[in-house]
């Protein structure tokens, strides 16, 4: 037997991924179930209404290391950047001036609200921003909440 001509062709199409697909850094919802000895660790540590910047900084750091890069942005702090007489810009880092910049408190839900603000006022996004001043929410719980002993 001889074939002379193919005439089997194969279509594929690509299948359409639904929501419960999505991997959960594409959910619009911040994630609710953050470790909860983490919330508290943080919140031992730190007074999200009385920071300063190099506790803004270390917050960030603490996130990027436990796998929450994108929450961790909104935590960093701005560089500490002076712009001289003659046009040119100086760093600040490690200097005396930029300590005391960095040691300056300030109240980090104001922050955040204020730059979410900002934000929409310019029509961009603020999600990264409302994740963390969910974040925030979290920690200050945290902070004023006693835990659950499960086995007394």
Avoid: C, W
């Avoid at 089997?8 to 594409?26: A, V, Y």
């Avoid at 209404?49 to 960093?76: H, I, P, V, W, Y």
């Avoid at 760093?91 to 040691?103: A, C, H, I, R, Y």
Wanted: overall charge negative.
């Amino acid at each position: 037997m001889q074939i002379t001509s193919a005439t089997n062709t194969i279509f594929t199409t690509r299948t359409q991924r639904s929501g419960n697909d999505l991997s959960p850094d594409k959910a619009d919802v911040p994630q609710k179930n953050h470790d909860k000895s983490f919330l508290r660790e943080l919140a031992s540590s730190l007074d999200p209404k009385n920071m300063s910047r190099q506790e803004s900084l270390d917050l960030a750091n603490a996130l990027m290391r436990s796998g929450q890069g994108d929450l961790s942005t909104a935590f960093l702090p701005p560089p500490l950047l002076q712009v001289q007489s003659d046009g040119s810009v100086k760093n600040l880092s490690g200097t005396p001036e930029g300590d005391q910049v960095m040691s300056e408190k300030f109240n980090m839900f104001d922050s955040l609200k204020d730059r979410i603000e900002y934000k929409k006022l310019n029509n961009q996004p603020t999600e990264i921003l409302d994740n963390a001043l969910f974040f925030l929410e979290q920690i200050q719980i945290a902070k004023t909440t006693r835990s659950i002993n499960e086995f007394a």
